[in-house]
């Protein structure tokens, strides 16, 4: 299927502004943060929301960074007009609520994720965490990947069979706790929420920095109207290391 008309985002339109039409008194400004009387934050237009202090591009960050390949399946639609801000970046868990900051795959869709800055390692425990939209006894199942170069994957095992177990394996189970208005913090696997993934259950991928993550719809959920089969909000680097050393 072919995605629906994309609209660009408002960051990027701002961007576009910024770059056609500034006010030639962005050449004397310093310093970054000027306050809420100007435009300017950081050196970057501002979004017209309340200035918060904080630098508009603070760095690396622990989130997906690009969306490589989308092939989205039948009954997808939902979120793509936002695509694709709304698969990058923080989650926007809503806890039992669940939340609308997601994409919705269609059945067996799958998407591809980029990290530009961060890649995923294995360290201690889990090292990557995916976030769907689930409420209780409401699931909508996933089967993630990754991979080092985009080419070659390597795939944690889900049952889609074993409810009683809680879907071992598959993302879409957990409910997201962390979003860009609480303290939760995203990459911690014990508060977060979402799934979690280890890279020490892969056993070729030992040593290896995953810089994509590919997220296939199972093809065993709900796929009626546009928002069918799994939602994807987001995913985190847990166990990190910088890709651009
Ligand atoms: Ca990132
Ligand atoms: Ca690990
Ligand atoms: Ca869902
Ligand atoms: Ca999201």
Redesign the pocket.
């Known amino acids: 299927m072919t995605p629906t008309s994309r609209v660009p985002s408002a960051a990027a339109a701002l961007l576009c502004a910024a770059c056609s039409g500034a006010p030639s008194s962005v050449a004397t400004l310093s310093g970054g943060d000027i306050d809420d009387s100007g435009i300017f934050d950081s050196g970057i237009f501002d979004s017209g929301s309340p200035d918060t202090g904080e630098p508009v591009d603070s760095g690396?960050?622990?989130?997906?960074?690009r969306v490589a390949s989308f092939s989205p399946g039948t009954g997808a639609g939902f979120g793509q007009e936002s695509y694709p801000d709304v698969v990058l970046g923080w989650p926007e868990g809503g806890g039992e609520v669940g939340s609308l900051d997601v994409m919705s795959l269609g059945e067996a869709g799958e998407i591809v994720l980029e990290?530009?800055?961060?890649g995923v390692v294995d360290g201690e425990g889990a090292d990557l965490l995916v976030f769907e939209n689930p409420f209780p006894g409401w699931y909508e199942l996933a089967t993630v990947a990754v991979s080092d170069d985009g080419e070659t994957w390597h795939e944690w095992p889900c049952d889609v069979d074993d409810e009683q177990g809680g879907y071992p394996g598959c993302a879409g189970v957990g409910l997201v706790e962390a979003n860009s208005d609480n303290d939760v913090d995203a990459t911690d696997p014990e508060t977060a929420g979402g799934d979690a993934f280890d890279l020490a259950m892969l056993a070729d991928f030992t040593g290896k920095t995953a810089r994509y993550v590919r997220i296939r719809d199972t093809g065993t959920n709900s796929y009626d109207g546009t928002a069918g089969g799994f939602d994807l909000d987001a995913v985190a680097?847990v166990n990190g290391q910088s890709l651009t050393d």
Do not use: E, G, S
């Open positions: 690396p960050d622990p989130f997906a960074d990290f530009d800055d961060m680097v």
